[in-house]
């Protein structure tokens, strides 16, 4: 017997339930990964967070943005606030997560490898933060990314290289850190790389050769 317009609507709507629950990925797990954030967050100067309460839905949170059509987060933008704490895992469930804009607050401990999971990261901008630990080994996890600032932070350890040669990204700054071990020689296959911001642009390295594209290597 077929299936009825409307059964076959109802099925298509429990298989994509399905799908999303057993990937973790449901509007209710960028609302948990949400209050995970704020719980890491030790102290709001600023009371930048009040808003993040049961009183709104979380699409109207400050600094929160979400997509239109689907509901899921699409931008966390809190920069300037003096945050004091550190990133929560739960960050790497918000699978809709296109810009992660923290700039300019006092986030320590590592940028959790979790953040590996978000496929349409276009932005990821912790600068001037307390970063410690490695870099998140997993550039060619996201495909989308353009811009990658992570400088004015105390990051140790070598810069991946795994940086795929169809990446978009356009700016990689990693100044003032304290990184080693050379500019790794994926890089040098980034053809829309327009500025590498590292300290000195050398890191005790050698400048891989496949590097005469590239339009700036400012300190
Ligand atoms: C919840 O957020 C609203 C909107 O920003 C705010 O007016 C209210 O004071 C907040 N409630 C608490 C308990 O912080
Ligand atoms: C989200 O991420 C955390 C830590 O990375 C994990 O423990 C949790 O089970 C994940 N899933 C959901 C649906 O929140
Ligand atoms: C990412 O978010 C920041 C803060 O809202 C904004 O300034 C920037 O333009 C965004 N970038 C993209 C590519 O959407
Ligand atoms: C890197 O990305 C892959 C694919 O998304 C993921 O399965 C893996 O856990 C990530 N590894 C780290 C260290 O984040
Ligand atoms: C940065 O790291 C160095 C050593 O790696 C340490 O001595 C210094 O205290 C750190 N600074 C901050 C602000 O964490
Ligand atoms: C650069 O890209 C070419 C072509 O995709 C590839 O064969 C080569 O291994 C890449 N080099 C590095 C250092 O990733």
């Keep these: 017997m077929l299936l009825s317009k409307l059964e076959s609507v109802l099925v298509v709507a429990l298989v994509i339930h399905i799908i999303g629950a057993v990937y973790g990925s449901s509007a209710e797990s960028d609302h948990l990964a949400l209050l995970e954030f704020k719980s890491k967050i030790t102290l709001d100067p600023q009371g ?4 993040w309460n049961d009183s709104l839905p979380f699409c109207q949170w400050r600094g929160v943005t979400c997509g ?46 979790e953040i590996g999971q978000l496929h349409r990261l276009q932005v990821l901008s912790l600068p001037k933060n307390l970063f410690t630990g490695e870099i998140p080994a997993n550039m060619s996890s996201w495909p989308k990314l353009s811009l990658f600032n992570l400088k004015d932070n105390n990051l140790s350890g070598k810069i991946p290289n795994d940086f795929s040669s169809k990446s978009l990204i356009t700016v990689i700054a990693l100044s003032n850190n304290d990184l080693t071990g050379g500019i790794p020689p994926s890089i040098g296959n980034l053809t829309s790389l327009e500025i590498l911001a590292l300290q000195g642009c050398q890191l005790g390295g050698i400048i891989p050769s496949s590097f005469n594209q590239l339009k700036t290597c400012e300190k």
Excluded: E, W
């Design 48 to 51: 930048a967070l009040t808003s």
């Design 68 to 113: 239109r059509r689907h509901r899921r987060v699409t931008v966390l933008d809190l920069q300037d606030l003096g945050l004091v704490g550190s990133l929560s895992p739960y960050l790497g469930n918000m699978s809709f997560l296109g810009n992660i804009t923290l700039d300019n607050n006092n986030l320590h401990g590592s940028i959790p490898h």
